[in-house]
């Protein structure tokens, strides 16, 4: 009896398999797949499911690390988790350049993988880890739950050198902006969406004093200069003191639409913030978002979902890393 409705079943798959490949002719192919651990380590994603939950708890912040990893990562050539590696001897880290200034918190990605590994030794991706705890981080910071493939391995090696050119820099013009997302599929409304992430976390003084010193930005609503003045008080920050201003005074736990009325309002913090808010082609856009939430939620899942396929490594390409920080070693 069992085997054959699960005979049926199989069936229906392969069925609905084929009806899908048809309908996607044309689509990229990522090779990523739903629930791809089902049969190699059932309880992968609920694993980093409570996890998530767990360290949320304790770390609240933690969770603008997981969502700004999955930009950080898959957004430079592909999802493969390079930007987690150390550096070593031969090649400088992802985390150490610039465009990663305050990046925090890999260690509570660490914490996921040794009690994913705990239960499926060497089974689960680093790069799948990465993405799934943005996802799950999302949904612990009030925003969508969605969807997302898996199936990725982990590269072998460190994109530094290739950072700039992926990542815009937090003074980039908009046309740079949407040319760099453009080229990995990502729309205006995509890019507009996932911006909406500068609705949570902080940002530090040293990517804010041009904007202060000498002259204030008259870009920069005078309500909102007093307090950025009193976060940072010397044009050149001390690298030691942790000085920083939140993105979104308002709601700073919370990914929801406040950051479109704040860069309406001009408070956006870095300067692509603000010309999001101005640029006429990413405009509109800001304004739908600011009235909607739920449109915010809706493009910022497809865009999130884009990202999150950008370029995998799958099959027998790149490894499952046994931690996160480092290369196997090959014997
Ligand atoms: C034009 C594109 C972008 C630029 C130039 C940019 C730049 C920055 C900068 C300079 C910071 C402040 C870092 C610090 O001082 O600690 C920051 C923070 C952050 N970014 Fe972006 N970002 C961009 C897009 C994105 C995207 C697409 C996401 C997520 C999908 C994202 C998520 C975040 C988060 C969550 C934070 C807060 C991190 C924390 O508090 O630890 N950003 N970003
Ligand atoms: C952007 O800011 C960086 C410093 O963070 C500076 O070196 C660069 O010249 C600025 N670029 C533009 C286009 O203003």
Not at 21 to 33: I, N, P, Q, R
Not at 102 to 120: P, S
Not at 217 to 238: A, E, R, T, Y
């Amino acid at each position: 009896m069992g085997s054959s409705w699960g005979l049926l079943f199989l069936g229906f798959l392969s069925l609905t398999a084929v009806a899908l490949g048809e309908d996607e002719v044309g689509a990229k192919h990522s090779g990523l797949v739903m629930d791809f651990y089902k049969e190699s380590c059932p309880q992968a994603e609920e694993i980093i499911r409570e996890q998530v939950k767990l360290l949320y708890k304790r770390h609240k912040n933690t969770a603008f690390s997981w969502l700004r990893n999955i930009f950080h990562d898959c957004a430079v050539q592909s999802c493969d988790a390079s930007l987690l590696l150390d550096s070593t001897r031969r090649s400088l880290s992802e985390k150490e350049m610039d465009r990663s200034f305050g990046m925090r918190n890999f260690r509570y990605l660490d914490t996921i993988k040794e009690a994913v590994e705990r239960e499926c030794p060497g089974v689960v991706s680093c790069a799948d880890i990465l993405v799934l705890s943005a996802r799950d981080g999302i949904v612990a910071l009030g925003g969508p739950y969605i969807p997302l493939k898996t199936g990725r391995k982990d590269g072998r090696r460190s994109r530094a050198d290739l950072l700039e050119q992926y990542l815009p820099d937090h003074n980039e013009s908009i046309s740079s902006v949407l040319d760099k997302f453009s080229a990995i599929g990502i729309d205006t409304p995509g890019v507009v969406a996932l911006l909406g992430s500068h609705s949570v976390g902080r940002t530090h003084c040293v990517k804010l004093v041009h904007r202060l010193y000498p002259d204030v930005d008259p870009d920069l609503n005078p309500d909102h200069v007093p307090h950025m003045l009193k976060k940072c008080p010397d044009p050149i920050p001390d690298p030691k003191a942790v000085q920083y201003v939140r993105n979104d005074r308002g709601t700073p736990m919370k990914l929801d639409n406040n950051y479109y009325r704040n860069i309406l309002d001009n408070k956006g913090l870095l300067q692509v913030d603000h010309q999001l808010a101005y640029d006429k082609r990413t405009r509109p856009f800001v304004k739908k978002m600011a009235k909607s939430q739920d449109y915010f939620f809706k493009e910022f899942s497809r865009a999130i979902a884009v990202l999150s396929e950008n370029n995998p490594l799958t099959g027998d390409q790149g490894e499952i890393r046994k931690q996160c920080n480092a290369v196997n070693k090959l014997h």
